[in-house]
């Protein structure tokens, strides 16, 4: 048999760990600096660019897609090209993946801070950087499967299934929820609205945890974990049967984090049966995942990195438990809203993810730099110092969310709210946010412990960046009658036919739940009086989506007594057919602003209320963890641009008369001179141009459409 | 086509939605458990160990 020599890429490799370490420290860091934004909103400093709400999606973002998604390419790329014994497709394919992403996270950081944001949470970024995402995206899946093609073993090894479900399952998702419509440069609208924005938008952020958090790394576990430990995957049965499950199931999932929300039952009830049902395949590779340790706990013992992924994979066992629990809809009433999920994503994403990528670099660094690792006792305290953080970060945000929870719905004897003011409510969890900065602290620093330990390696060994290799050429074996195989064994070693059923595969589950809330005009229910924003709402509702004020703040009343007792009449699916996007959120960190504009509810405030609060919240709410918005005050709102995004709210569909883009300008400024002598009339001078005039209007729109008939805001609308 | 454009354009029968995805999922399920189970056991230990293969080809 021919044995070929060739070379594998192992500097594509050095460069995305390099950039893990770099990004890796900046998201924890910024991740610290959120929560310190959170429980002592001084830091926030009144500046726009650094406020809580802008800064969290770059967290988010960062940690996802800088640090997780850069550790994610090191691991495919070196694995790849060692399971299908061949080097990397293209050369020049990789280095745009690699430069391109990287670009992809700096203009990220920026535009974020900057306040270009689409609203959508971990899908915030605008269509530019979309466009180049989906580049970048490419040029990794052509790598990939031009790899598969290309290579010299006839089976391909199951991490490469989940590399390639990877590919698809994100490629899929990216594109159908960024399908948007520009009206300037860095501003675009959703096509979806509301309700079906809220399905795409969950569909997609469900199965970004799906496709990009886990499918990559379970790959990355069965080319690892094997490779650490010296022992073969448990039951490569296993691997099969929990792989197909799971990327099947996964698609489905999506609805759990809309219940009792604005949408039909049945979609609800969709998403709750297929989470409960995610639990077995999940639990099969976590299963497979600590099976493979039988015989090699002694090892566990020694090796600092085997420990992480020990702990990893347990995490991922209790993070996919926990998630199906919250996906029940009596738990789901406590855990949505609270910080119960907050520590759901953070057991996840440290544990489970940053567990898998330390373990891993722990093994891959010395192998790569042909070194031992520089300093073992140092990646030991690394071990126990992230431990104790996440432990310290977790459980005090589970205390949190059922503290809360638990005061939110204590009545009186009476039968009235016993904390009829939300913020009671945050300022009694603040302490165990004392506590999570710690946990979050003591995680960077095991980080920067782990960064230094990686740096000496790095430093003390050579990388050989193209690693001679050999390998006997892949004998062709002709059609499936041709060499007996059975149908799936014939598939495994067809890549572009496998990743074609994969595809199928995934997109059932999509397909069932997206068509039919678009098509079905009787999922949407509209309701007559709700009209489409006026130019200056609009204009407000851009404002308060580009401050990330969802972050802190839902606009949906559950079906749930202590809910509609505090901020009035449930949220319905036809109050928001024309938000492009929907703003529901997902955290109260502050109440519901849902009804901030239906006179008597709680939440209704006087436009001379919110000017206040935006200057100074504690001035109205005493304590309230609200940082100031000052530079509302200060910041002319973008006038200019009216017309344009009346023509592309036109464009989607929304009702403006033709012509109405030409009136806008001074239908803006009447009703903004409305609010602005209104505001005079109270003592404050301002010009109706201003940021936080828009805004007060924006939130004396929300609910004030379903507010009763011949109530003063009713009237004010007519 | 048209049955399922018809299908399509109103909500009756929704609820059937998640019992026909649970008996897709059920099919597929026992397709792979049937496939995984007839796999011989020398190719199951083979793929195991592909990752060890000389350092997947790595020169010695």
């Known amino acids: 048999m021919e044995v070929q020599k060739f070379n594998y890429d192992n500097a594509i490799v050095r460069n995305f760990i390099l950039a893990t370490l770099v990004w890796g420290a900046v998201a924890l860091l910024v991740g610290l600096v959120v929560a310190l934004e959170l429980a002592f909103p001084a830091l926030n400093l009144g500046i726009e660019y650094i406020s809580f709400g802008r800064v969290r999606p770059v967290h988010t973002n960062a940690v996802i897609f800088a640090f997780i998604g850069n550790a994610m390419f090191a691991g495919v790329y070196y694995s790849l090209q060692r399971v299908l014994k061949a080097r990397l497709f293209n050369d020049m394919l990789g280095k745009v993946h690699f430069w391109l992403w990287q670009l992809i996270i700096v203009f990220a950081a920026v535009t974020l801070l900057a306040g270009f944001t689409t609203g959508k949470e971990y899908a915030e970024l605008e269509w530019p950087i979309d466009l180049l995402i989906a580049v970048a995206w490419l040029c990794f899946g052509a790598n990939m499967i031009g790899t598969v093609v290309k290579r010299r073993e006839k089976h391909i090894y199951t991490a490469v299934w989940w590399y390639l479900a990877t590919f698809i399952g994100v490629t899929i998702l990216h594109v159908v929820n960024s399908i948007e419509l520009p009206v300037s440069f860095l501003k675009s609208y959703p096509i979806y609205a509301g309700a079906q924005d809220a399905v795409v938008q969950w569909w997609y952020g469900h199965n970004a945890v799906a496709f990009f958090l886990t499918t990559p790394f379970l790959g990355l576990m069965y080319y690892y974990l094997p490779k650490a430990s010296g022992r073969p995957i448990y039951s490569y049965q296993l691997s099969i049967i929990h792989f197909w499950s799971l990327i099947f199931l996964y698609m489905w999932a999506g609805p759990h984090h809309l219940l009792y929300q604005s949408l039909p039952d049945w979609v609800q009830a969709l998403g709750v049966t297929f989470s409960i049902m995610l639990i077995a395949p999940s639990w099969g590779g976590m299963i497979n995942g600590l099976m493979t340790l039988r015989g090699a706990w002694d090892k566990v013992r020694e090796d600092p990195g085997l420990k992480f992924m020990v702990i990893a994979i347990t995490a991922y066992g209790m993070a996919t438990f926990e998630g199906p629990m919250m996906s029940l809809k009596s738990v789901n009433a406590v855990s949505h809203f609270t910080d119960w999920t907050i520590a759901h994503t953070h057991i996840a994403g440290m544990a489970w993810n940053g567990g898998m990528i330390f373990g891993m670099f722990y093994w891959l660094v010395p192998k790569l730099f042909k070194t031992p690792l520089h300093s073992k006792k140092l990646a030991n305290t690394h071990f126990w110092i992230a431990t104790l953080g996440i432990l310290l970060f977790a459980i005090p945000l589970y205390w949190a969310a059922i503290t809360q929870w638990l005061m939110l719905r204590e009545y009186t004897p009476d039968g009235l709210l016993a904390y009829p003011i939300f913020m009671e409510t945050t300022i009694r969890i603040l302490p165990m946010y004392h506590i999570r900065i710690l946990g979050g602290a003591l995680y960077f620093t095991g980080f920067i412990i782990f960064l230094v330990n990686m740096l000496k390696t790095i430093s003390a060994g050579s990388l050989v960046a193209n690693e001679p290799a050999e390998a006997p050429a892949m004998v062709k074996l002709g059609t499936r009658e041709e060499s007996g195989e059975s149908p799936h064994r014939w598939l495994e070693r067809k890549g572009v036919r496998f990743a074609i059923l994969v595809f199928i595969a995934l997109s059932i589950g999509g397909i069932v739940e997206i068509i039919p809330m678009m098509k079905v005009q009787s999922n949407i229910p509209t309701i007559s009086t709700v009209t489409p924003y006026t130019p200056l709402e609009l204009t407000g509702r851009d404002i308060y989506i580009s401050n990330g004020c969802y972050n802190c703040h839902s606009q949906q009343v559950r079906p749930l007594r202590f809910e509609t007792d505090r901020y009035g009449e449930y949220s319905k699916i036809g109050e928001f057919v024309y938000d492009h996007p929907f703003q529901w959120g997902s955290r109260r960190t502050g109440p519901d602003l849902a009804r901030a504009g239906y006179l008597g509810s709680s939440t209704y405030k006087t436009s001379i209320w919110h000017f206040n609060h935006f200057m100074k919240p504690n001035s109205v709410v005493p304590r309230s963890i609200m940082p100031a918005y000052p530079f509302l005050v200060v910041n002319e709102a973008d006038i200019n641009a009216v017309p344009a995004k009346i023509r592309g709210m036109r464009m989607l569909g929304v009702p403006y008369q033709e012509g109405f883009d030409k009136q806008a300008i001074a239908s803006y400024m009447a009703d903004a001179q409305k609010i602005a002598d209104e505001l005079k009339l109270a003592g404050v001078d301002i010009k109706p141009t201003k940021e936080v005039i828009a805004v007060i209007a924006y939130l004396h729109k929300l609910g004030r459409d379903i507010s009763p008939a011949g109530s003063p805001a009713s009237n004010a609308k007519q | ?60």
């Open chain 2, 1 to 60: 086509m048209g049955f399922v454009n018809d299908t399509l354009s109103k909500i009756d029968g929704i609820e059937w939605y998640y019992i026909v995805g649970i008996i897709i999922f059920v099919g597929l399920f026992i397709g792979v458990v049937i496939h995984t189970y007839t796999i011989p056991k020398k190719d199951l230990i083979r793929f195991k160990s592909l990752i060890f293969e000389q350092e997947e080809g790595e020169k010695q």
